[in-house]
């Protein structure tokens, strides 16, 4: 893995951040000759568009899904607009 001063990191960080994603290999960024970090490429991202539709087929839809779930006869708003 290559590496490179802290103080070399800090003057070239967009270059460097730019050869990690470029290259895919990290860099190790040391101080006083010591490992402090290390930039790594990015993982994979999905498409965020890849989520619509990902679910067809997984499941049934049962009875009907358009109607209300209780009567109309239980909804509070019918009965005040009755009793107006």
Known sequence: MQEIAILEFK???L??????RA?????RITRFGKPVAE???PT???DRAAW???MKGTFE??????????????????RCRRNS
Do not use: F, H, M, Y
């Open 23 to 27: 290259t895919k290999r990290p860099i």
């Open 44 to 46: 994979a991202t999905e």
């Open 61 to 78: 839809i049962v009875g009907d899904i358009v109607s209300p779930a209780n009567d109309e006869d239980e909804w509070e708003i019918q």
């Open 11 to 13: 003057a070239k960080c």
């Open 39 to 41: 930039v790594i490429p």
């Open 15 to 20: 270059a460097v951040l730019e050869r990690v």
């Open 52 to 54: 619509i539709g990902s």
